[in-house]
């Protein structure tokens, strides 16, 4: 089993930035790639961004010059720096772990005005 506790969202105004954390306990080692999903109020769940054990990264279009992933694997973190928010970044964004089995953690609310 692999546990996922997310952090750092909050209420911000567009254009501001805020980061994400991800931090993975358990059975990590069973972990491959790991993700950010986002769910907006009516809307599905979509990919964000996705990073492998090596480092190589995946982006949705609409946040691929704005947001950032990364992981620290001595800690076993993952991270979503988001740069420039939008309005429409509103929504409860969600750390998903690849292993064995699928995870996912219990989101943060990341608001953004206008």
């Known amino acids: 089993q692999v546990q996922l506790v997310e952090s750092g969202g909050g209420l911000v105004q567009a254009g501001e930035s805020l980061r994400l954390s991800c931090a993975a306990s358990?059975?990590?080692?069973?972990?491959?790639?790991m993700g950010w999903f986002r769910q907006a109020p009516g809307k599905q769940r979509e990919l964000v961004a996705t990073i492998t054990r090596g480092g190589t990264t995946n982006y949705e279009d609409s946040v691929k010059d704005r947001f950032t992933i990364s992981r620290d694997n001595a800690r076993n973190q993952v991270y979503l720096q988001m740069n420039s928010l939008k309005p429409e970044d509103t929504a409860v964004y969600y750390c998903?772990?690849?292993?064995?089995?699928?995870?996912w953690g219990q989101g943060t609310q990341v608001t953004v005005s206008s």
């Open positions: 998903k772990a690849y292993g064995i089995s699928i995870y």
């Open positions: 358990g059975s990590i080692r069973s972990i491959n790639a």
